[in-house]
């Protein structure tokens, strides 16, 4: 037996450099064929099939990686030789790590592909990094002049053509402070670049990396797991092509809940409030990680003041801005819904029912209206629940972690491919097929850009959506039921494998 397994030991490693070979050939290939998604270019004129079709291809093997990571586990633990074994597990460790940082700086000379938050990020940066509240005057404010500022008028001169591309430029900006001061410090770095953005990225991106080993040692795992994120083409695609804000999120996520492993409640309320300052969706997770403390309720004294005072300041800049129709927040709150199946089939649902009990009141946007309440009662509902009864581990607390914001972005009613990022990490920890499959399946989104540039939108909801998402539920839901169903409390927990 031991002999047939250190015959495997080969066998999993040529697995490995397939996958990895095919993330950085892929990631090469990128740098000249990004340059057809210029911001000059027409959409009707890009690749878009061929980009779509790329990133299915590797989030298909990216979805291998989970068998992959089980059996590679199993061989080595399971190997005669076990000096010999642990050695080639290190070589391996470093040549994977290597490897997504490898793809993560190739994607440094690269043109994003259909996206262009960025430019909202740099324009941004060069406001809070020269003093101004970035919340005040929308970018159509800046170009139009409304402003009358001198400083504002030399901003938009020495940022060229990028204040004209900003999206939705109408609105006001919609991210929070903590995320403002890392536009801001891009903007030291380099005003107005990309490449400075991007730098931080990859810098927050190997924070996140050494986070991730330093929770799966904790948590006992074996650090190969880390390669499910590390290696993750929606990963390196999202965070540092596209540069997405997120990417100042998962450090911050990752960092609160290792301080919730180990009952550092101050720490954990300061970095879980830092990351509210990037998204505000983690303030969900405070009950959850200071449930342990409701024990001696005198210790979370400190840390519910340090949380509820640094929300507070954060929300002061965007209060003095006021909040109307032309602040990003209220706009989102209200309309954004991309890219999610469930969310016009909820809304459609309650349109009816509202038709029918509340005709006196009832405007083509109530069913979303009530949407949108019933989606925050239940993400309240099941972050509360999650946090009712203590979490009896690490293991425990990771896997509800999962839970809430799993439950937070299938909820949503924008479900942009990098928002599946605020889950993706803690896939590390409670690794499940039906989640992986989101990585290929999330790849439709940018086909919309097609159907819409071709004046055929209306076929991306009512039909390709649905290709993509219902697999995903399927999948998840027998994932689920299998679990729950299981007398294993192994199954249930994701194993230590």
Known sequence: MAKVIEQKIPLVLASWTLLAGALLLTAVLTIPFSNQFGYDTHVIDMPIWTLFAGLFFLGALFVLLLPLIHKSVQVFAQAKNQTRATKILKLLLFALFASGLLARILMLFTQPMLEDDFQRYLWDGALTANGHNPYFLSPKDVFEGASGEPLLEQLEQRSGLLLGRVNHPELRTIYPPVAQLGF???????????????????????TTLALLVLLLKTLHRPVLWAALYWLNPLIIKELINAAHMEVLLVPLLLGSLWAAFHYRYVLTSFLLALAVGVKIWPALLLPLYLRAGLKTPKKLITPVLIFTSMIALMALPVLFAGLDQKSGFVAYAQTWKTNSALF??????MQKLSALFFAHVNTPETGSVFARLLIAFALGAIALHTAWHQPYGAQDLARKTLLITTAMFLLSPAQFPWYSVWFMPFLAFLPFYG??????????????????????????????????????WSVLACELASRFHSNSDNILKGGTS
């Open 344 to 349: 016009p089939a909820l809304a459609a649902l």
């Open 184 to 206: 801001a410090l891009g903007y030291w770095l380099k005003p107005f670049s990309l490449t400075s953005w991007r730098l931080i990225a990859l810098a927050s991106e190997l």
């Open 435 to 472: 989640l992986a499959l989101l990585v290929p399946a999330l790849q439709v989104y940018y086909l919309s850009f097609y159907f819409a540039a071709n004046e055929i939108e209306y076929l991306y909801p009512n039909l390709v959506i649905w290709l993509a998402w219902v697999p995903v």
